[in-house]
């Protein structure tokens, strides 16, 4: 069965630190894909990134950059330079692709806390 | 485009009374799937609906239920409220099936049972 562990329930940080939130997951299936979405404080999760199975490169959106390490089943996620807006609850996710239609799975999340 | 849309976003109810949510996905959008979100279990899928079709459920008692309507606007009931069912309900839509395509969030129905 599919599994994600976040492992670090709560990290807080000083604005302008470079912080790595680390995601460690769980399949049996050869194909599938990571996500990480943001729960700001209103509530609604927003998508920042997805990456399937077969593409191990490493990916890098402004301040954002992620890592996807297959051997070690890690899709761990950096922000550098962190900002007080960067505050919220973090999530990552896993769904398999070929064992039916299965639904996202959630990691419990990291809440980033940035202190001005 | 206007995002996804939930209502109520707050309601209070007492044990034993039943609830119905209301999503309205994005324009487009055929999937809506719903999540349970809670401090101890952390966000938990209910159920999944695409072209009026259940998809998938979660592991959840028969209590919770769902349905999708012809224009993707989804509702969920809960009968015969428990204290623990307080938490925020979350919906998403999607272009695509929810196993593969990017989730659009609503901000939720945050629900306390007293």
């Known amino acids: 069965a599919q599994k994600v562990t976040q492992a670090q329930t709560e990290i807080s940080v000083v604005e302008k630190e470079d912080v790595t939130l680390d995601c460690v997951y769980e399949?049996?299936?050869?194909?599938?894909?990571l996500f990480w979405y943001k729960q700001p404080p209103s509530g609604e999760l927003v998508f920042l990134i997805r990456?399937?199975?077969?593409?191990?490169q490493n990916e890098i959106s402004g301040r954002y950059s992620w890592n996807f390490q297959k051997s070690t089943s890690s899709f761990n996620f950096t922000i550098t330079a962190s900002q007080v807006v960067d505050s919220a609850v973090y999530f990552c996710a896993l769904s398999e692709a070929y064992s039916g239609n299965t639904p996202l799975v959630f990691g419990k999340g990291t809440r980033l806390s940035v202190i001005a | 485009k206007a995002g996804v849309t939930q209502t109520p976003r707050y309601l209070i109810k007492t044990r034993g009374q039943q609830v119905t949510l209301s999503c309205s996905p994005i324009?487009?959008?055929?999937?809506v799937s719903w999540y349970q979100q809670t401090p101890g279990q952390g966000l938990q899928f209910l159920f999944e609906y695409f072209s009026e079709t259940q998809r998938n459920k979660g592991n959840f008692p028969g209590r919770f239920s769902g349905r999708q309507f012809s224009n993707s606007r989804s509702e969920m009931n809960v009968s015969t409220l428990e204290l623990g069912d307080s938490a925020l309900y979350l919906c998403?839509?999607?272009?695509?099936?929810?196993?593969?395509?990017?989730?659009?969030f609503g901000e939720g129905s945050r629900l306390t049972v007293l």
């Open positions: 399949t049996r299936d050869t194909t599938y894909y």
């Open positions: 990456r399937n199975s077969f593409d191990e």
């Open positions: 998403a839509s999607s272009l695509v099936g929810s196993n593969t395509g990017e989730l659009f």
């Open positions: 324009s487009g959008h055929r999937s």
